[in-house]
């Protein structure tokens, strides 16, 4: 090192969120309709989601999407958390804070988007906040567009956002701006900068049907 010349101190590499894997999701989501008694032509009948797409997501072979995934929690009267492998525990007074680090929450990835999950290890949520790392660039991508029941807010972090809805309105976001809507509409979140986008995505159920603490 050259006389003078001060080495700046290199910064820790960033250890890789933890992955929330497919196949135990998937087990968690079997075991919850065996043990209510369903076939899966049952739960496909109460839930509108194919029995193909079911029974490949228990089996782990394909990731679900936010609306697939709440319209199965409906179906199985099932909080978000017993599905990724959280157990509900009993409430002793207030709720206590949840703090999420950077970079440690646990990631459900998918062809379109990467969820990263937010307040985690806190059961019985009213409210699921997530950072979402949006890859799709076209509608093509998209078999359908996604929707659920409730209510859903968006805040761009980085790059540049579409939303579009079924009913031909659209949205462009840019850093800082936000979007509140009714879910039940259907919608598809498009990355249209040079970078993926990245948003803090809060989604709240609104369906009066659901059973007491569940999201």
């Not at 679900?64 to 009993?90: M, N, Q, V, W």
């Not at 646990?106 to 997530?130: C, F, I, Q, S, W």
């Amino acid at each position: 090192m050259a006389k003078g010349v001060v080495e700046k101190p290199r910064s820790p590499a960033r250890e890789a969120p933890p992955a929330l894997d497919h196949k135990l999701v998937g087990g968690h989501l079997r075991q919850a309709r065996k043990a209510r008694g369903l076939t899966l032509a049952e739960l496909s009948e109460r839930s509108g989601i194919a029995v193909s797409t079911i029974s490949k997501a228990e089996r782990g072979d394909i990731a679900l999407t936010y609306d697939k995934f709440a319209a199965l929690a409906h179906s199985l009267e099932l909080e978000f958390d017993a599905i990724f492998g959280r157990r509900r525990k009993p409430a002793s007074g207030a709720m206590k804070p949840s703090f999420t680090a950077a970079g440690k929450q646990h990631v459900y990835d998918t062809p379109n988007y990467e969820y990263g999950m937010l307040a985690n290890n806190l059961t019985g949520k009213r409210m699921m906040p997530m950072r979402a790392h949006i890859h799709a660039r076209a509608v093509a991508d998209f078999p359908e567009y996604i929707r659920h029941s409730g209510e859903e807010f968006v805040f761009l972090l980085a790059g540049e956002l579409e939303l579009r809805f079924e009913n031909g309105k659209s949205f462009r976001l840019m850093p800082g701006d936000s979007l509140y809507f009714d879910s039940s509409v259907g919608h598809i979140y498009l990355s249209v900068g040079d970078e993926d986008a990245d948003a803090l995505v809060c989604c709240v159920d609104t369906d009066q049907q659901r059973p007491r603490g569940a999201i």
